[in-house]
């Protein structure tokens, strides 16, 4: 949800990159757990608004991958390094552990 409208506010340039980074991050992660575990899972990259969209068929492997990598390297030049980051936040040091 965040992704698909975060663009288009006008705000703050860091703290909207900030966010970005870390829905990037969160997204990115959270398929590379699923591709784990499952190897494929339906891919989904706008928010679903109604029963049929949720129906997805599954993406390859290698689908999950290339968008994990992808979403890892926008994260990376997003988010900020530890130093300036808020505790508890994503840092673009993680996202490199991610991508590794």
């Given at each position: 949800?965040?992704?698909?409208?975060?663009?288009?506010?006008?705000?703050?340039?860091?703290?909207?990159?900030?966010?970005?980074?870390?829905?990037?991050?969160?997204?990115?992660?959270s398929?590379?757990?699923?591709?784990?575990?499952?190897?494929?899972?339906?891919?989904?990259?706008?928010?679903?608004?109604?029963?049929?969209?949720?129906?997805?068929?599954?993406?390859?492997?290698?689908?999950?991958?290339?968008?994990?990598?992808?979403?890892?390297?926008?994260?990376?030049?997003?988010?900020?390094?530890?130093?300036?980051?808020?505790?508890g936040?994503?840092?673009?040091?993680?996202?490199?552990?991610?991508?590794?």
């Amino acid at each position: 949800q965040i992704l698909s409208s975060i663009d288009p506010v006008t705000f703050d340039a860091t703290s909207k990159n900030n966010i970005k980074g870390q829905a990037l991050f969160l997204r990115a992660y959270s398929y590379f757990e699923l591709v784990r575990y499952f190897q494929k899972a339906p891919l989904h990259l706008t928010p679903v608004t109604n029963r049929s969209e949720a129906a997805k068929e599954l993406a390859s492997e290698e689908q999950l991958y290339t968008q994990i990598i992808k979403d890892a390297q926008e994260a990376i030049t997003l988010l900020p390094a530890r130093p300036q980051q808020e505790l508890g936040r994503v840092t673009s040091g993680a996202a490199r552990m991610l991508l590794a």
